[in-house]
């Protein structure tokens, strides 16, 4: 990049530059495309006049959106062309999903779930630390290209509100995702500090270029399933990198010609034996194993099975809570602060639907936001939202009546699950004897119920299919 207060310095500014880039290109016999080439200006401000930049006496040429690493970058860095790019993408990728399923045939909805988190849900959030900004009109087109992607999962209708599509799917809103996973990588990659709920988590740990990391650090270490009968002195640590590091240290101390280091944490384990983990507590846990003189042997014993050593390591941590100081700090580590970010998301993902007035009606039956929740049911998703092949929804949006054909003057959702004379040899085949005065979300979720609940609404459908033909 180079910068100039004026658009007609970049000329000359930009030579010197380009004849290196030429010089190198030459040495290494390699040619560049001019026909693959371009430059772009990033102005807030409005210029009149285009530079002409050369390389090699070929003149590059100017656009005003410069696409690098599937990011379109606009002279403003305002990166609307860039959402407008993905919205496209996601358009085209839910067409492909119409092929296999649509409101009442096709995949499971946990398949589509999934299938919207692995794809379209990283379509959108490529990049996101580059261009992310947490402003108002970017995040109401990030949450236009989740909704479109989560209706799909959901297969409600298009009239109900985004909070209640989110709460329905279990997937968290977009803009809210993409602000703490931002934070996350500027802890980890930055160390800038992280807030959250007024308490600040600071990122002390030693920055290191995996490249600069010598091979014999990164070693891998081997561990083995854990049996009373192994000789040698045995060493029972809690789920810690830190206890195992101590371990190690008190193993050197105690000269101790073989020691038998035995944990119930794998992940430590196996990050041990990963020779591609460069975390640094990891790196220094190798070298003190590398560096120790006597036999030292990692194995995993499993949790809760009734081995004295393992016991007691538990018994002497669970003592450590109950005391009133600290004897060792420790940094926060990746996966304590991705913990907390998660909780975190729920967090704010429950005041933002609280607050909200949209989706009452789910509101009232689903209070609480959970990210394991799906409901993916096309006519029972009708009764959960109010929106479908209901009076007072076809009243509201396409100014039909609201009156349902038993001669009741308003139909909603409570009238067709409970009083409904139309459906009373339904409820008395599904629904419990008791059902009058069941609540509505323990029969939306009773399996019984709403297999009649299902059948229901596909004779109603059907009804007004037929009525609007």
């Not at 996601?90 to 995949?107: D, M, P, T």
């Amino acid at each position: 990049m180079i910068t100039a207060p004026a658009s007609y310095l970049f000329t000359n500014k930009s030579k010197a530059v380009l004849d290196k880039i030429s010089n190198w290109t030459r040495q290494n016999l390699m040619t560049i495309n001019n026909l693959k080439s371009f430059f772009t200006i990033l102005s807030n401000k409005k210029y009149t006049h285009i530079p002409s930049i050369k390389i090699d006496g070929n003149n590059i040429k100017y656009t005003k959106e410069l696409k690098y690493l599937g990011l379109i970058i606009d002279p403003r860095l305002s990166w609307h062309k860039h959402l407008a790019s993905i919205q496209d993408k996601v358009h085209k990728l839910q067409h492909k999903f119409y092929r296999i399923s649509r409101a009442i045939w096709g995949l499971n909805p946990q398949v589509k779930k999934d299938l919207y988190n692995k794809v379209t849900d990283r379509i959108i959030a490529y990049g996101h630390e580059i261009w992310f900004q947490n402003k108002s009109k970017q995040n109401i087109k990030l949450l236009q290209l989740q909704r479109s992607g989560l209706i799909s999962v959901t297969k409600c209708y298009k009239t109900v509100s985004t909070h209640a599509i989110q709460v329905l799917a279990g997937n968290p809103p977009i803009d809210i995702k993409l602000k703490l996973s931002l934070q996350l990588h500027n802890f980890k990659h930055h160390k800038e500090t992280i807030t959250i709920q007024n308490t600040n988590y600071v990122n002390h740990a030693p920055s290191q270029d995996p490249r600069l990391i010598a091979p014999w650090d990164k070693m891998a270490f081997k561990w083995n399933y854990y049996r009373e009968d192994t000789a040698g002195t045995q060493i029972f640590t809690d789920e810690c990198l830190l206890l195992l590091k101590l371990a190690i240290l008190y193993a050197a101390e105690q000269q101790l010609p073989v020691a038998n280091i035995i944990t119930d944490s794998r992940s430590v384990l196996l990050a041990v034996d990963n020779p591609s983990n460069c975390d640094p507590n990891i790196l220094e846990i190798k070298r003190l194993l590398a560096n120790h003189r006597g036999t030292i042997r990692l194995f995993w014993i499993k949790a809760h099975a009734g081995f004295f050593g393992n016991e007691r390591a538990d018994e002497y941590a669970k003592q450590a809570t109950t005391k009133d100081t600290i004897d060792i700090d420790m940094d926060f580590d990746i996966p304590f602060v991705k913990k907390l970010l998660k909780n975190e998301l729920n967090r704010l993902w429950q005041i933002r639907w609280s607050a909200s007035t949209k989706g009452r009606e789910v509101f009232a039956l689903l209070s609480t936001v959970r990210t394991a929740r799906i409901q993916g049911d096309f006519f029972i998703n009708q009764l959960f939202t109010g929106h479908g092949a209901i009076g007072l929804h076809q009243e509201r949006f396409f100014r039909k009546s609201s009156s349902c054909s038993c001669g009741q003057q308003l139909e909603d959702q409570n009238h067709v699950i409970y009083s409904c004379t139309k459906w009373i040899h339904i409820r008395n085949a599904y629904f419990p004897p008791n059902h009058h005065n069941t609540k509505m979300d323990l029969l939306l979720f009773n399996k019984k119920s709403r297999q009649g609940l299902q059948l229901i609404m596909e004779i109603k459908l059907k009804g007004s299919i037929q009525l609007s033909e």
